[in-house]
């Protein structure tokens, strides 16, 4: 069974900087393309980073930047660094595998960026 | 990009009727689409992919339709469980974009 656990989310000031992880385990984690979606509270789902098998990565323009994303396979593990941090970033962090036809899903970190 | 429009924004429906949701792109996405349901508090789970191959354990009652531009998913009985946030994302260009949801509530 696919199990993607989300963790180090938190309350971060405005401009600070916060590493969120993903845990995955179930499949074989260096064979699939990995994704971070967010959701803001009330609204709809948002892309935020991928990385390739390759390592390649990819950003929209909102977090191009400021967000990193990472994969560390012998840990079966992703990550996103996210730097420059602003009140706009407050959202639920999911972790999603990448299936081809559709995704997988994590239960998600919350992230408030607040003073 | 590839922009998917979801409509209606808001459906209020009654237990054991039918639900018709709406998911249009702006270009053409061929089969790629996929439906996703969300209830508050929990992750998306996927209902149907390809635009209309139910996943596995999703129940009948629930249809996918469509290719090209224009897809719909169908509940034909909406059960109680049912009342929540319907998703669509396109799968042809990665990663794939969302549609801004359609919740289906209680009227």
């Known amino acids: 069974e696919v199990q993607l656990v989300e963790s180090g989310g938190g309350l971060v000031q405005p401009g600070g900087s916060l590493r969120i992880s993903c845990a995955a385990s179930?499949?074989?984690?260096?064979?699939?393309?990995m994704h971070w979606v967010r959701q803001a509270t009330g609204k709809g789902l948002e892309w935020v980073s991928s990385?390739?098998?390759?390592?390649?990565?990819y950003y929209p323009g909102s977090v191009k930047g400021r967000f990193t994303i990472s994969r560390e396979n012998a840990k079966n593990s992703l990550y996103l660094q996210m730097n420059s941090l602003r009140a706009g970033d407050t959202a639920v962090y999911y972790c999603?595998?990448?299936?081809?036809?559709?995704?997988?899903w994590g239960q998600g970190t919350l992230v408030t960026v607040s003073s | 990009e590839i922009v998917l429009t979801q409509s209606p924004a808001t459906l209020s429906l009654s237990p054991g009727e039918r639900a018709t949701l709406s998911c249009r792109a702006s270009q053409s996405v061929s089969s790629y689409l996929a439906w996703y349901q969300q209830k508050p508090g929990q992750a998306p789970r996927l209902l149907i992919y390809d635009a209309s191959n139910r996943a596995t354990g999703i129940p009948a009652r629930f249809s996918g339709s469509g290719s090209g531009t224009d897809f719909t998913l169908t509940i034909s009985s909406l059960e109680p469980e049912d009342f929540a946030v319907y998703y669509c994302?396109?799968?042809?260009?990665?990663?794939?974009?969302f549609g801004q949801g359609t919740k289906v509530e209680i009227k």
């Open positions: 999603a595998r990448d299936a081809g036809s559709s995704m997988d």
């Open positions: 994302q396109q799968r042809l260009n990665w990663p794939g974009t």
């Open positions: 990385i390739g098998t390759a390592g390649d990565t």
């Open positions: 179930g499949f074989t984690f260096s064979a699939y393309d």
